[in-house]
């Protein structure tokens, strides 16, 4: 049973940072990407980048390059996604998901990911 458990989310100022993190567990993550999510109120869910478990490749959506930072740590089992530099529109439930097997292709679209963590809200305040 693949689970995938976010935390660190919050409220935080503009300009502020988060980080948020997805422990994975249930099997080996090797030949798997994962990704972080976003979906605010109203909205679709969007891609915010995405990470090569194996590789460490990794690929952002255009808003999040140069403030956000997707990272992983194979001994823990854990995704991370770093966010610099905040804004009001940033605010959205933000998920975690897995993608198997990885491949050359960047998935972007939720359809192509397999498993879903529950999310963790982040509001960021003007």
């Known amino acids: 049973q693949v689970q995938l458990v976010e935390s660190g989310g919050g409220l935080v100022q503009a300009g502020g940072s988060l980080r948020l993190s997805c422990a994975a567990s249930?099997?080996?993550?090797?030949?798997?990407?994962m990704a972080w999510f976003r979906q605010a109120p109203g909205k679709e869910r969007e891609f915010v980048a995405r990470?090569?478990?194996?590789?460490?490749?990794?690929y952002y959506a255009d808003f999040a390059k140069g403030r956000f930072t997707i990272s992983r740590d194979n001994g823990k089992s854990t995704v991370y996604l770093h966010m610099n530099s905040l804004k009001p529109e940033d605010t959205a439930v933000y998920y975690c998901?897995?993608?198997?097997?990885?491949?050359?292709?960047?998935?972007?679209?939720?359809?192509?990911?397999?498993?879903w963590g529950q999310g963790t809200q982040v509001t960021v305040s003007s």
């Open positions: 998901a897995a993608d198997w097997p990885d491949t050359i292709v960047i998935q972007t679209g939720p359809g192509a990911y397999d498993y």
């Open positions: 990470i090569s478990w194996s590789t460490g490749r990794t």
């Open positions: 249930g099997r080996a993550f090797r030949d798997y990407a």
